[in-house]
C-alpha cells in the first residue's frame, strides 16, 4: 500500500524572527524596502550563506529585526517542512513574517500578528548530486548555516536561540538540534545557546500519524462508517513506510483509495473548515492588476498565488538580493528540482527528542485542530508516548488555555519540560490561520524556557476562574 502525503511548506531555509538589533550587519545584505512595502522602524536582511563553497552550495535566508527592543531578544530560527518547499514563502511572507502580499499581487500589508512583535525558494547549488539529498544532509547544512550565518551576524552568537517549525520540520527542526548538541559536546570554543524546540502539526512517526488522518476524516463527517471501520479494521498501519510496498488487504486498498477520493476532491487537506480558492480566476485577475484575495472564515485563501506572482516580480527579487544566479525558472512554493531521500520520512523522531530534553532543552508540539494531514489525533498520542518513556508525571492536567476571553486550545505538560498544544481552528500552517492565537502561544514560548511554566491561573471570565498561558 502506499499513500501520497504532500506535508506542506518547505525545505531548509531559514526565517529570523523575534530578534535583536546590533552593530557590523553586514550592509550589502540590508533590505532598504521591498517593493510595495508599508513603512516599518526594524531592519530586514536577506541574502545567500555559502555552506560548500567548492560544490557550489548556497542557502538563501530572510531575517527580519525584533519590532521593540531588539537589541536585548533572542534568535528565533523558522522552518518549514516539505521537503523541497520555502520557508521564506510559506513561513515568512504567508504566516508569521512582517508581510504579506496584497490582493494584486503587486505590493505588500502588514502582519498585524508578526512574531518579530514577541527559504528555499532562491537557494541552488551549481552541483547536480546536491539535489538529491536527505534528513543527514538538510541537519549537515543548516549547522554550516548557522555558523557561517553567525559570522554575518556577529552579535547573536551570545544570545538565546530557539528553534521552530512545522509539517516535515517535525524531522528539521529535532536533527538539527542534535546536530548542534553534537557540535557543543565537541567544541571548545563557540556552543550553540539553545533554549527550546517548538514544532507545529510535525511528522513524528508514520505508524502514528498516518492512521490519524483516517480517524480525522472518519471523526469529523468527511467519510462513511463503512469506509471509515474498513480502514480501522483492515489496515495495519504498524509497518507502514513511504516509499515501500506493502502487503495489505484489498478491502483496505479500496477503502483507502475511497477516502482520498472523496475528501480530496472537495476541500483543503492541511484545513477542512476553509474554503478553496480557484486558481485559473486568480491567475487571471492577478495577471490584469484585479483585487483577486478571496476571504473564507477571516483568511485570504487565495494568497498562495499572490505570493507567487509577488515573488516573481523582478524588482522584488532584485530587492532581496535573491536569484543571483539567475535561475532558469519561475519561483514556486515547492521546489520540482529536489530529490529528497523519501525513506527519511520513515525515520521514529521521538528518540531525538527524548535526547533534547535529556539535555534540558524544553520541547513543545503544537496542533492546529483542522489539519487531517498531521492531525493532533497522532501527535497527542506521540507526546504522551514520549513522556511515558521518559517517565514524566503529568505536571499540568490537559486543559483549556486562553487568549482574548476565549478558548484558544487546550494544553498538557509532562515533567515541566514537554508541553502539547492543540490551537483551536487553526490549521497545518497554524499562524496563517489563527495568527492572534499563534502569536500569543510563541510569546508564552521564550518566557516558559526561563522558569517554570504551567498554566496561570488568574484569569477570571464570568466570575469563573480558568487557565490560560501566562503572557498577554
Not at 514563502?89 to 502580499?101: D, H, K, M, Q
Request: hydrophobic share 40%; with cysteine.
Amino acid at each position: 500500500m502506499r499513500m501520497t502525503w504532500n506535508l506542506a511548506a518547505a525545505a531548509v531555509l531559514v526565517v529570523g524572527l523575534v530578534v535583536g538589533g546590533g552593530y557590523g550587519f553586514p550592509e550589502e545584505d540590508l533590505v532598504v524596502k521591498l517593493p510595495g512595502q508599508p513603512v516599518v522602524k526594524f531592519r530586514q536582511y536577506a541574502g545567500y550563506v555559502d555552506v560548500d563553497v567548492k560544490k557550489g552550495r548556497s542557502l538563501f535566508y530572510y531575517f527580519v529585526e525584533a519590532a521593540e527592543d531588539s537589541d536585548h531578544k533572542p534568535l528565533t530560527l523558522w522552518l518549514n517542512g516539505g521537503p523541497g518547499c520555502s520557508s521564506v514563502g510559506g513561513g515568512a511572507f504567508t504566516e508569521l513574517g512582517p508581510f504579506f502580499p496584497t490582493g494584486d499581487g503587486r505590493g505588500l500589508r502588514i502582519n498585524s500578528k508578526s512574531w518579530n512583535k514577541a527559504g528555499v525558494g532562491w537557494s541552488y547549488s551549481n552541483t547536480s548530486s546536491d539535489y538529491t539529498c536527505g534528513d543527514t544532509s538538510t541537519a549537515m547544512d543548516m549547522h554550516i548555516f548557522l555558523m557561517e550565518w553567525y559570522k554575518k551576524f556577529p552579535t547573536f552568537r551570545t544570545r538565546d536561540l530557539f528553534l521552530t517549525g512545522e509539517s516535515y520540520a517535525g524531522h528539521y527542526i529535532p536533527q538539527l538540534a542534535v546536530a548542534l548538541l553534537d557540535h557543543n559536546e565537541h567544541s571548545t570554543e563557540f556552543k550553540f545557546n539553545i533554549k527550546g524546540v517548538a514544532i507545529g502539526n510535525p511528522l513524528l512517526r508514520l505508524d502514528r500519524d498516518v492512521p490519524a488522518t483516517y480517524e480525522f476524516f472518519w471523526s469529523h463527517g468527511m467519510i462513511s462508517d463503512e469506509v471509515g471501520l474498513t480502514i480501522m479494521n483492515d489496515c495495519d498501519f504498524d509497518d507502514y513506510a513511504f516509499a515501500s510496498p506493502h502487503n495489505v488487504s484489498q478491502s483496505c486498498n479500496n477503502a483507502i483509495s475511497e477516502a482520498n477520493q472523496i475528501v480530496g476532491d472537495y476541500i483543503n487537506n492541511y484545513d477542512v473548515i476553509v474554503d478553496v480558492c480557484y486558481p485559473s480566476i486568480v491567475e487571471q485577475e492577478l495577471r490584469l492588476k484585479k483585487m483577486a484575495t478571496k476571504i473564507s472564515l477571516g483568511i485570504d485563501v487565495c494568497m498562495s498565488y499572490e505570493r507567487r506572482f509577488y515573488f516573481n516580480l523582478p524588482e522584488v527579487q532584485k530587492a532581496l538580493h535573491a536569484n543571483r544566479t539567475n535561475l532558469p525558472y519561475s519561483w514556486s512554493m515547492c521546489s520540482g528540482v529536489l530529490n529528497y531521500n523519501e525513506t527519511d520520512g520513515n525515520i521514529n523522531i521521538l528518540p531525538l527528542l527524548k535526547r533534547i530534553i535529556q539535555n534540558h532543552i524544553r520541547v513543545w508540539i503544537f496542533s492546529g485542530d483542522q489539519d487531517s494531514v498531521v492531525p493532533l489525533l497522532g501527535s497527542r498520542t506521540l507526546a504522551r508516548e514520549l513522556a511515558h518513556d521518559m517517565q514524566f508525571e503529568i505536571t499540568v492536567p490537559y486543559g483549556a488555555w486562553f487568549h482574548k476571553g476565549q478558548v484558544g486550545g487546550w494544553a498538557t505538560e509532562y515533567g515541566n519540560m514537554l508541553t502539547f498544544a492543540t490551537v483551536r481552528g487553526a490549521a497545518h500552517m497554524v499562524p496563517y490561520a489563527q495568527p492572534s492565537r499563534a502569536l500569543h502561544l510563541f510569546s508564552s514560548f521564550p518566557k516558559a524556557t526561563s522558569r517554570f511554566f504551567g498554566f496561570n491561573n488568574n484569569d477570571e471570565i464570568n466570575g469563573k476562574r480558568y487557565a490560560h498561558f501566562g503572557v498577554e
